[in-house]
């Protein structure tokens, strides 16, 4: 596997939070001040050491969810969060 990617000079690397916050708010169809905040809750995820334990997909949709409740877009989890994410409401909370 790995001559093979040099072979054809992949550069891999981990899928970070950043990646998971475009693909969830553009799927969520997220307005500016969503997409701030949920940008400010994962910035504040990112410095604590016990949120390693979680993968990045997850805190983030824990924040985008928690910034669509704190402006009233949205108070539930709707099914194309669901499915884009592949966490339902109780895995994130």
Known sequence: MKLMVNALQFNMTVPTTYV??????KSSQSDKK???VSFFL???CLVEYEMLRFPPS???AAAVFTAQCTFGVSR???A???KH???DKNQIF
């Open 20 to 25: 998971f916050i475009r693909w969830f708010l």
């Open 34 to 36: 969503v997409e701030l």
């Open 42 to 44: 994962i910035k504040l």
């Open 58 to 60: 997850m805190f983030v």
């Open 76 to 78: 539930k989890w709707s």
């Open 80 to 82: 194309t969060c669901e």
């Open 85 to 87: 994410s592949s966490y």
